[in-house]
Every structure is written in C-alpha cells, then in structure tokens.
C-alpha cells in the first residue's frame, strides 16, 4: 500500500512540474564582441532588427563586462547592427546587413571584430516623442551642410546615441513610418557629448509609394522594396514591402526626399545598374501625404566567386593579400566588365568604378569579356597602390555590353550584388 501511495506521489508531482513548465516561444541570439587584437570589448550597443520589414525588433542591448551578450527572439528573420564610440560600426556604413534565421529553441551564434575608427569624434543623445510618449524604433540622422551624415536608432525608452561624429554643426532629425519630425541642431565637439538633442514627432504622415517591378531577362519571384534615406544610405523603419505578383505599396511615408531600392537581398537579382550608374537611384519626393508612382528593373545579378564573404553573412573573407586576385563567374552577352574596389569604412571607391565628368559616364578600368578574374591594381591607376591591412573593402564587378544606339556606346547590363564582395585584409 505504501508503495503504490508513494508511486502516485511521484506521477502527481512530475505531472505537476509538467504542468508548470512554461512551453518555449522564442530562440536565442549571442555572441562575444572583441577587437582586432582579440580583447573583448564591453558596452557595445547590439540592435537587432526585423528582415522581413527593415524595423527594429526592439531587442537593444550592449555587451557585459567579458564582451557577451544574449537576447530573446521569436522565430523569424532577422539582421544586427553593432555600434560603439570609436569604433567603425558593423556592418560598415553604406553596407547592407544580412538576415539570419532564429529558430525556436534554437541558439543563433554572432560573434564581431570590431576596428578602431579613424574619425575624431563626439556623441549627440537625446529622446524622441509624440507628445508624453516615447517612440522607439525610429532612425535618428545627424547631417550636415555637405551632406555627411551619421546616424542611431531610438530604443523603447525613445532615447538614442549617434556615435562617432566628427565636430561639426549638424542638424538632427527622426524618420519612421506614419511620423513626421522637427528638427534640431547640433554643435558637436570631439571627444565630447552632445546632450539633450531632442525630437518631437507627429502621428499621422500618409504619403503613399507604389509600383511594380519587372524582371529584365530571368524568372519572376517576389523582391524586397525599401524606402532609403539619401544620405545615410539606410531603410527607413517600416518603409518597406514586398512584392506581391510583382506589385508593391508602402503607406505611411512622411514628408521627405527618399531613394527608392528593390532587391537588398542577397536572391540572384539586382537593380538595374545601367539606370542607376547613369541617372542615379530613383528619388521619390513626399509632400502633405501625396501618392508618388517608381517602377523598378530587376536582372539576375554577377556571381562573385572569390574572395568574398558567404552570401548568408556581411562578415568580410579575410585575406593577407594586399593585391588580391578577385575571381567571378562570366556573364553571358558581356563585351566588358568594370571592377569597383570601395575602402567600406569611408564609401571612397579606390580602385576602378565610373567617372563622371560634364554629364558624361566613363569607365576608370574595363576588362576584357572573356575574362573571369583581376589583380588589384594590375593597371596601376589605384589611388591607394595595395590594400591597407585592418581595413575592410567591397568589391564589386560590373558587365557590359556594346550598343551602338547608347549615347556612351555601351549598357551596364549587371552587376554583382549588393552585400557581396566583403573582405578584411589582414597581417
């Protein structure tokens, strides 16, 4: 009898501690932040932010003393950024993160090198509201009068930090969907804080971007589209959408100058580059909630083979060579391809690219198109002879095709993506 009593015990309470256990609703995202001579570093701020709509997913936190961090994610997809004062942030400005998966019970590992920044700057704070309400998840832009800027993410108290900027005069202001944002002024000196640069913002913008997209030469299949802020180069939060049978909308876009860009995604496709290099990206120009029209080409894009970062990451390949061979896969109907080395801390090209001079576009270096690899510098026109170790580069290839009716004589037919191309050179 007293057997059987205690056996039942046992049932009733392993039953109990089931019934208590709390069923597992998220993953786990962490990682260790170090620089680049391996020593971790604390205090770093990690913003995490949803892929599938280019927003903060309101999990911000720094690392702790030993350079870790954690944080509870649902399932889904998402990218990080990572920033600290003196440090260039991650990914490097003008860079597009890329997604990850978060699984249920699953722990996502990211760890970072971080490098020195070679700018002397300050810090501007401050908090953003709409009335007595703060308003996370903003993008907060610090810019000048010669159009640099630098930027931060307002987290769920409203307050953010804009790292790393130069002493200047700066005006400051908020971007998020259905707000519209005053603007502030900031003096900034150099190793200084530059407090209590406030924002106040307004409910209600209701502009309305819309279009379609085509694919030019491949397969059609549903693309990200994104509002970008011309300056900062960076996706307003919650300014973008998807394709759906090749069409888009994005409501709730406030006043304001936007560059318009679809397929950020590392997918095989990539904008139209012979529009872009020649005219620019298209702008869109919002005003008292009006509906404004951009269309976009899409074609598949130029494979890069080597070296680059893996196409599910923005973490650089590293390399000790300081004039790498770069290698890609040939694209059909290409008479010539351009290569574009751009230093990614500074957005300076230093190696190929175009010119533009007089309204006119050129070529700095083309190659032959039969080719399928370069050498850094192998025409001696670099302005900086070899790669500098510690920097991070992102190269990138161009294919071109002949056209007597062009009124250059020739069409940017592709281009490699985006997100690819990342490398570290290293000693």
């Excluded at 198109?369 to 900086?384: C, H, I, K, L, P």
Aim: charged fraction near 15%.
């Amino acid at each position: 009898m007293k057997k059987i009593l205690l056996i039942g015990l046992v049932v009733l309470s392993l039953a109990s501690c089931k019934k208590d256990e709390e069923p597992v609703t998220t993953g786990t995202l962490s990682g260790t932040v170090t620089n680049a001579s391996g020593a971790v570093l604390a205090d770093v701020l990690i913003v995490v932010y949803d892929a599938n709509t280019n927003s903060p997913a309101g999990a911000n936190v720094k690392t702790d003393a030993e350079g870790n961090y954690t944080i509870e994610l649902e399932p889904g997809n998402y990218y990080i950024k990572v920033f600290k004062q003196g440090f260039e942030s991650i990914p490097p400005k003008g860079v597009t993160a890329i997604p990850f998966q978060i699984d249920l019970g699953i722990t996502e590992s990211r760890s970072f090198e971080m490098f020195v920044t070679t700018v002397s700057g300050g810090w501007v704070t401050g908090k953003v509201t709409d009335g007595a309400n703060a308003v996370a998840n903003v993008l907060v832009v610090a810019s000048d009068a010669a159009g640099e800027s630098f930027s931060a993410i307002s987290d769920t108290e409203g307050v953010y930090t804009i790292f790393n900027v130069p002493a200047g005069n700066y005006g400051v202001m908020g971007w998020a969907a259905t707000y519209n944002s005053d603007e502030k002024a900031a003096s900034v000196t150099a190793d200084a804080e530059t407090g209590a640069v406030d924002l106040t913002l307004t409910a209600g913008a209701a502009g309305v971007v819309s279009g379609s997209v085509r694919h030019l030469a491949t397969g059609n299949i549903d693309v990200d589209v994104a509002l970008i802020h011309p300056l900062s180069k960076e996706s307003i939060p919650g300014l973008s959408s998807f394709t759906v049978a090749d069409n888009y909308e994005i409501p709730g876009v406030p006043d304001g100058i936007y560059l318009a860009r679809a397929t950020f995604e590392n997918d095989n496709r990539v904008m139209d580059p012979d529009r872009i290099t020649k005219f620019g990206e298209p702008e869109v120009a919002i005003s008292g909630g009006n509906a404004v029209t951009i269309d976009f080409d899409v074609t598949n894009s130029v494979t890069l083979n080597a070296p680059t970062n893996e196409a599910s990451t923005t973490i650089p390949f590293e390399t000790t060579s300081t004039a790498p061979t770069f290698e890609w896969t040939p694209y059909a109907s290409t008479s010539d391809y351009v290569i574009e080395v751009m230093d990614a801390a500074t957005g300076q090209v230093v190696w190929g690219g175009f010119s533009h001079q007089q309204g006119v576009i050129g070529k700095n270096y083309t190659i032959g198109g039969g080719a399928t690899s370069a050498v850094y510098n192998e025409d001696n026109s670099a302005s900086v002879a070899t790669l500098v170790p510690g920097r991070i580069y992102r190269w990138r290839i161009y294919a071109s095709k002949d056209d007597a009716k062009s009124a250059v004589g020739w069409n940017l037919i592709s281009a490699s993506e985006d997100q690819m191309g990342l490398i570290k050179i290293v000693q």
